[in-house]
């Protein structure tokens, strides 16, 4: 299982978390045209689109889980509080939810949550990017690839 | 001595719930519900807006690809140009709690999108085989425009008995 990038979204939809596992380019290839923030913003149009999509169809308690096209595959955990995780994985993947659940009770929960000096709104990302919560969340990452 | 409750057999429904039919400049040109209660019921006007959205997302997820498409490399001893890499696919399959969603998008931009319960399988030959249907009495059809809704009732009638076939399975 190869997992490709992790995005957190706060309610205010904003990217609060971006993480990438992409192996480094060899200098042959061509340079990646867009930037992280760039490909932040169409991930959460993404999700936001397909969970509103599936919420009018499924009904208000349906949740999306993940959708996979021919290359990767994207999973979709949403807290009650519309706190929103995404990872994006190879195809072969199984179910992530769980998974994504996890990071949130015991990364987010213990290390962003639960620390005073994290603010409550985390605007730019401020007070998730801290030593514990990355150290945590890489060594998980990399324990399951 | 204790009663035991006898044990349920759980046996995996199969259901295709619904059939969208996009064209390719994200219109909504066919719309058919083949079992009640399995999606909420939605207004026409509501099915147009999903059709556009999911036109739209359908092109952001195959940008999104992380995976950088590799040209394959020519036969070596011959003087070939290396081919062109294949380009990556949007959306394919959609899965929810309550349903899962097919999509299967035609070299000409078609897309058919197919609900089903979230247990089905072998919804890659369903689809194929709504898409031989489509080819056959849709393409074939003399009066019918292209891009434009579908009202074939040959269309209809075989897809219907097709479905009815899967779901009574």
């Not at chain 1, 999306?64 to 993947?93: C, W």
């Amino acid at each position: 299982m190869v997992v490709y990038s992790f995005y957190i979204f706060d309610r205010h939809t904003e990217c609060v978390y971006v993480k990438s596992w992409m192996p480094a380019q060899s200098p042959g290839t061509a340079p990646v045209l867009s930037t992280s923030s760039d490909d932040a913003k169409l991930v959460f149009g993404t999700v936001f689109s397909l969970r509103n999509m599936v919420r009018k169809l499924g009904g208000d308690d349906d949740a999306f889980i993940s959708y996979r096209t021919g290359q990767y595959k994207l999973h979709f955990y949403e807290t009650p509080a519309n706190l929103r995780f995404v990872m994006v994985t190879d195809t072969g993947s199984a179910s992530m939810r769980n998974v994504l659940h996890q990071i949130y009770i015991n990364l987010w929960v213990e290390y962003v949550v639960k620390n005073p000096l994290a603010p409550v709104e985390h605007k730019g990302g401020a007070g998730v990017n801290n030593e514990l919560f990355e150290l945590g969340l890489d060594q998980f990452i990399r324990g399951m690839m | 001595m204790s009663w035991t409750p006898p044990k349920l057999i759980h046996i995996p429904r199969r259901t295709v719930f619904s059939l969208i039919i996009i064209n390719k400049a994200g219109g909504l040109i066919y719309n058919k519900t083949f079992h009640e209660g399995g999606l909420n019921k939605i207004s026409t006007n509501d099915y147009l807006v999903l059709a556009g959205t999911f036109h739209g997302v359908h092109a952001i997820t195959a940008r999104l690809n992380p995976v950088k498409p590799v040209a394959t490399p020519p036969t070596p001893g011959t003087n070939e140009l290396p081919g062109r890499p294949e380009p990556s696919s949007g959306l394919e399959v959609l899965e929810t709690e309550n349903f899962r969603m097919q999509c299967f998008n035609t070299l000409t931009g078609t897309k058919f999108l197919l609900f089903t319960e979230t247990t089905q399988t072998n919804v890659d030959v369903t689809i194929k085989r709504i898409y031989d249907l489509y080819a056959d009495y849709v393409m074939k059809n003399p009066f019918y425009s292209l891009e434009m809704p579908i009202r074939c009732d040959i269309f209809d009638r075989k897809l219907l008995s097709y479905i009815r076939e899967i779901n009574n399975r």
